[in-house]
């Protein structure tokens, strides 16, 4: 039997989930003889070349970027997993849902804060090339069907791991308390 | 004082009459999720995590004085249903970002989710528009976390009049607000504590304090909620 597909991608996320996968230290070399990488940021490869198993989800839409590439994930991946609360909740970038309007959060980005020192034309960027940023960060599971849920900012590495592992054995899942926090 | 004989869970107990149910499952060892109970204030079930079924029906453990010949089940499979349920609400109903709360870890609605094995709500997140009061120089408070379970009024209501904490607003509109003018008057890092002490969540923030304990050492890192009560009752 082949071994299984993993592809990976980090959307409205700060690669903090990726850094929590490579925490598995040495255990990374069993994962390369347990699984094989396609698309992701770990091996560079930057489009799909076959259909995947697991497609592991870091952060959450906050641009029509994200929510190609989380659509792009749902067609060529039988399995989805939302990992860290970006993904699950929005997460950091999501705090901007709450009472900034997206014309205030880029007028503060480019125009107000006071960190801005050279933008004397009062440019925001608005390029074609850009991605649409929304109205609005959204968690995964609420652009596409997300099938499993790990939650932590970063989640531990104990709890990719023994998740993955478990995926890909076919084996119960077996998450101690310990290790499934929130933060 | 009459004593009373209450069954919890198929076993029976011995029991001071007019305790409530939710005490004296404690006193015996047994844990009822609370969140809007605080030890020592008046007990007015609001958040229903509590819910036992008493006789037969649904009923509040912190508010139903035990009785004798009563039967109390607090753990069947609905009632952790109807929980976790509750946990989740309030976590898809307020903006509740764990990682940058200075509570996470100490947090009791953050311990019932991490109890109930909560990966994610299923219900939609509502993002509400909420703001913070951070005027004060020893508090702050953040409705964003606000589960609104009164215990920061409550409480202080109860030892001595007048509250530090005010409700303004009614119905999903309702927010805990600072009554800055006694609080200017009377505050210092102690009380500031005790006010941060009293919220379940992290609504109400001591200033100039905060992620001071690692984490790893926080108080629900390792223990879940409730396993600090121990048996110590006697069975009949």
């Known amino acids: 039997m082949s071994k299984p597909i993993v592809a990976t991608t980090s959307l409205a996320g700060c690669f903090g989930c990726h850094m929590s996968l490579l925490d598995i230290d040495e255990r990374i070399l069993e994962l390369f003889d347990l699984v094989e990488f396609n698309k992701s940021p770990i091996d560079d490869i930057k489009t799909f070349t076959k259909q995947c198993d697991i ?37 950091l970038p ?33 390029d074609e ?42 084996n119960e899942m077996d998450l101690p308390y310990e290790v499934v926090k929130f933060d | 004082m009459s004593k009373i004989l209450i069954t919890i869970n198929g076993k029976e107990y011995s029991a001071e009459a ?4 939710l005490e004296v499952a404690k006193e015996v060892g047994i844990y009822i999720p609370t969140l809007c109970h605080y030890e020592g204030i008046k007990a007015q079930g609001s958040c229903r995590i509590c819910t036992c079924l008493i006789d037969g029906r649904k009923m ?4 139903t004085p035990a009785s004798h010949r009563m039967v109390v089940e607090t753990n069947t499979e609905e009632l952790e249903k109807i929980r976790a349920t509750i946990v989740e609400l309030l976590f898809a109903e307020g903006n509740h ?50 589960i609104l379970c009164k215990r920061c009024i409550r409480r202080k209501k109860e030892k001595d009049n007048p509250s530090w904490f005010v409700f303004k607003g009614r119905g999903h509109k309702t927010q ?36 001071d304990v690692p984490i790893g050492s926080r108080k629900y ?10 048996k110590q009752g006697v069975i009949l």
Request: glycine share 6%; proline share 6%; charged share 25%.
């Open chain 2, 221 to 230: 890192d390792k223990d879940p909620i409730g396993s600090d009560i121990k």
């Open chain 1, 94 to 126: 999501a705090m901007r849902n709450n009472n900034a309007s997206i014309t205030e959060c880029l007028e503060e980005a480019y125009l107000n804060c006071v960190s801005v020192q050279a933008n004397e034309e009062k440019i925001i960027p608005n």
């Open chain 2, 176 to 211: 805990i607000n600072i009554d800055h003018e006694l609080i200017d008057k009377e505050f210092d890092d102690k009380l500031a504590q005790e006010a941060m002490d009293t919220c379940p969540v992290g609504a109400i923030i001591r200033k100039e304090k905060g992620f």
């Open chain 2, 18 to 21: 007019g305790k409530m149910v």
């Open chain 1, 129 to 170: 090339e850009l991605p649409m940023i929304l109205e609005k960060v959204y968690p995964c599971h609420e652009i596409v069907k997300i099938d499993y849920f790990l939650p932590g900012c970063a989640p531990r590495a104990d709890l990719i791991w023994n998740a993955l592992v478990a995926l890909v054995t076919g």
């Open chain 1, 55 to 91: 497609g592991i989800i870091e952060g959450g839409c906050c641009n029509s970027e994200n929510i190609h590439v989380l659509k792009e994930f749902r067609k060529n991946c039988k399995i989805l997993i939302s990992v860290g609360e970006c993904a699950i909740m929005g997460g």
């Open chain 2, 97 to 146: 970002f764990c990682p940058a709360c200075e509570r996470s870890g100490n947090c009791e609605l953050q311990a019932l989710a991490y109890r109930y094995k909560m990966m994610v709500p299923q219900f939609p997140y509502n993002f509400p528009s909420r703001d913070l009061d951070a005027t004060n120089p020893k508090i702050m408070i953040d409705h964003n976390r606000c």
């Open chain 2, 60 to 63: 509040t453990a912190c508010t």
